[in-house]
């Protein structure tokens, strides 16, 4: 079991499965919404986040890996977070976690899920992350593949181990939905994903999403942003701007102008 937003769990050493490589047209960009979905424990947990093994602190704030995977991503493209929340609360700690979502996986455990995609038709391209358990998918994304139909969306995974790289379950979840367009996605060792925003800044951009993308799209909203700081209607999202830190500025900024054009 491996975290990208879980904790490491023991996993054999004697075999890394892998999913072979896929070749990816780039994403073309303004295909529609995008949406970045993860799972992360430190969202799900029974402890304090900071408190977990599970997490990373990023500017000052305790996230669980999906959390922070998704943040880059996020920064890149501009789009919504949506995060996956279970009934359960799992430990945060190694050994327990471990035990339980071995337990899950042996049982065939479906988690219930309490947080729900309600606008799904919205959205063309879905970004999907979670940490490897066990060489796959834990259980709780089998809960979440169950309730959705991504028939004709693309869906583009990113996912953290420990050592099992991608376990699979690419091709796994092109298995669950056969009528999306499932890309190959982004695998990064648990020890690496303090480090590892170049890396998927660098992947990214091999699927279309480059940075002159959103310049272009802060661009566009430049007038209506001068129209509002004019207004003084951003004065609490400012102040929430200037504490959201300096590496997730834009992306932040970018969100707030499309509700507010809405």
């Known amino acids: ?17 892998t999913a072979a490589p896929v070749q990816n047209d780039p994403v073309e960009s303004g295909d529609g919404k995008i949406l970045i979905v993860y799972f992360a424990v430190a969202e799900n947990s029974d402890v304090d986040a900071v408190s977990s093994a599970s997490v990373l602190m990023d500017d000052n704030e305790a996230k669980g890996m999906s959390k922070f995977m998704a943040d880059i991503i ?22 327990p976690l471990a035990d339980r979502a071995k ?31 066990w060489y796959t998918l834990p259980q709780v994304m089998f809960s979440f593949f169950e309730e959705y139909d991504f028939s ?7 996912c ?17 939905e056969p009528d999306a367009e499932v890309l190959d996605g982004i695998a990064v060792n648990q020890r690496d994903v303090a480090g590892c925003e170049k890396d998927v800044l660098d ?3 091999g699927l279309g999403y480059e940075q002159e993308v959103i310049e272009g799209a802060g661009t566009h909203y430049a007038p209506f942003l001068v129209e509002l700081f004019r207004q003084a ?9 200037l504490s959201a830190g300096r590496r997730h500025l834009y992306s932040e900024t970018f969100r707030l102008l499309r509700r507010y054009e809405a």
Do not use: M
Not at 74 to 95: H, N, Q, V
């Open 103 to 133: 337990e899950q996986q042996d049982k065939g455990e479906l988690p219930v899920l309490t947080s729900h995609i309600e606008n799904l038709d919205d959205y063309d391209v879905i970004f999907i992350g979670y940490p490897i358990w």
């Open 233 to 241: 209607r951003l004065r609490a999202d400012i102040e929430y701007l």
């Open 74 to 95: 996020a920064g890149r493209t501009g789009e919504e977070l949506f995060s996956i929340r279970t009934e359960e609360k799992f430990p945060g700690e190694y050994d």
């Open 1 to 17: 079991l491996s975290g990208c937003g879980g904790t490491a769990a023991p996993t054999p050493t004697t075999q890394e499965p």
């Open 160 to 176: 953290t181990h420990f050592g099992s790289r991608d376990g699979g379950t690419f091709r796994r979840i092109a298995e669950l």
């Open 152 to 158: 004709g969306k693309t869906i583009i995974p990113f």
């Open 203 to 205: 992947w990214l951009e």
